[in-house]
């Protein structure tokens, strides 16, 4: 099965997502958009999903967020199987219209392997530049020249 969307972009197939929208849109070769999940409350990151304008059509008009999984070929609303259903608050592009940020309210694990996020698994630099620079005696660019 190949990683297009049935409904991408440049499919010649009508789509229900307003055209004022749909028209902004910058997607990938393959109709795609990512969509970042982030907790409305808290700013956590929760996970990176993949939308085209179907699922980002479905995602404004359930409340429930839809992705198109590349790797099955198909939507799916985040939930169904497991039970840990993204309830959306707020949907935004960013300055590109290449990305969407969707702020949800998470029941329960974001991410496929049972933790709370996709992103707490592998952490690459735990502490920010300011903090490693102040613990070097350089508390601000320049400082010390």
Request: glycine share 10%.
């Amino acid at each position: 099965m190949t990683s297009s969307s049935p409904t991408s972009g440049g499919s010649g197939r009508p789509s229900p997502l307003a055209p004022e929208i749909a028209d902004r849109l910058k997607r990938s070769a393959d109709g795609l958009l990512p969509a970042i999940a982030q907790q409305y409350d808290t700013g956590e990151v929760l996970m990176l999903g993949w939308m085209d304008d179907e699922a980002l059509h479905r995602t404004l008009t359930t409340g429930r967020c839809t992705y198109w999984s590349r790797s099955r070929g198909e939507y799916w609303v985040k939930g169904d199987t497991s039970g840990h259903v993204q309830w959306v608050k707020s949907v935004a592009l960013d300055c590109d219209a290449d990305t969407v940020l969707v702020k949800v309210d998470q029941v329960g694990a974001a991410c496929h392997t049972g933790t709370r996020t996709c992103f707490d698994t592998d952490v690459l630099l735990a502490e920010s530049v300011e903090t490693a620079e102040a613990a070097a005696g350089t508390d601000a660019p320049g400082a010390g020249q």
